[in-house]
């Protein structure tokens, strides 16, 4: 199994663009989920999804948007990166919600 | 809303040192407490988990019992080595909470010297 897998492993955009981060899990897990890092802070939950189909917010959802057309599948959209969205994103699955397998994250930058 | 405060870092040991580092937490549920760990250039893996009052979880030498009166989830460990430099995040999740979604503290840095 491959597990979590994340791309690309690293971004540069200016500000204004938009993109799509990658992520796929072959756990064929319910719950996936997309997460920010920025130095100090922990990791924030931005989207998240229950099962295909089904998404939500979490706790910095703005500027990014989310689809779950199947199982295996949840890319994270920028819609017009700002500066503000400089991070390391982590996505990550699970079976119930509770313990989460991490993918290697996307480090991005937006100039 | 959830809330999880750990001690900031870096934290600096001696290799063979103990080690403690301290978690609180705010829950509106009843949370599953959990340790993380994340070496350089990787995402986070799990270290150790408790799901109820008073379980101790352990994992390659770390443990951290959960206490409820104390709203606490501190990691510890007896004899530190050089491969334990990483961040160490403290989490919960709540299934009152955003789907049973993780809820991180801020990480603490270890760094362990020969």
């Known amino acids: 199994n491959a597990g979590v897998t994340q791309t690309p492993k690293f971004q540069v955009l200016k500000t204004g663009q938009s993109m799509t981060l990658q992520c796929a899990q072959d756990?064929?897990?319910?719950?996936m989920s997309w997460y920010r890092q920025d130095p100090g802070m922990g990791l924030r939950l931005i989207h998240y999804?229950?099962?295909?189909?089904?998404?939500d917010q979490g706790e910095v959802p703005n500027g990014y948007n989310v689809s779950r057309s199947t199982t295996e599948d949840f890319p994270l959209r920028l819609l017009s990166a700002a500066p503000s969205q400089t991070s390391v994103y982590f996505c990550?699955?699970?079976?119930?919600?509770?313990?989460?397998?991490f993918g290697p994250g996307t480090r991005l930058t937006v100039l | 809303g959830n809330s999880v405060t750990q001690m900031e870092g870096p934290v600096t040991l001696s290799e063979e040192a103990f080690l403690t580092i301290n978690c609180t937490y705010t829950?509106?549920?009843?949370?599953?407490l959990f340790w993380y760990v994340q070496y350089p250039g990787e995402g986070l893996q799990l270290l150790l988990k408790?799901?109820?009052?008073?379980d101790k979880g352990s994992n390659k030498g770390f443990e951290a019992t959960y206490r409820k009166e104390t709203t606490s989830f501190h990691l510890e460990k007896g004899s530190v080595q050089v491969s334990d430099s990483a961040v160490y995040f403290c989490?919960?999740?709540?299934?009152?909470?955003?789907?049973?979604?993780?809820?991180f503290g801020g990480g603490t840095r270890l760094m362990v010297k020969p």
């Open positions: 408790a799901t109820k009052a008073d």
């Open positions: 829950a509106t549920g009843y949370p599953s």
């Open positions: 999804s229950v099962g295909a189909g089904i998404t």
């Open positions: 756990m064929n897990h319910e719950y």
């Open positions: 990550a699955s699970s079976y119930d919600g509770g313990t989460q397998y």
């Open positions: 989490a919960l999740s709540d299934y009152n909470n955003a789907g049973n979604m993780l809820t």
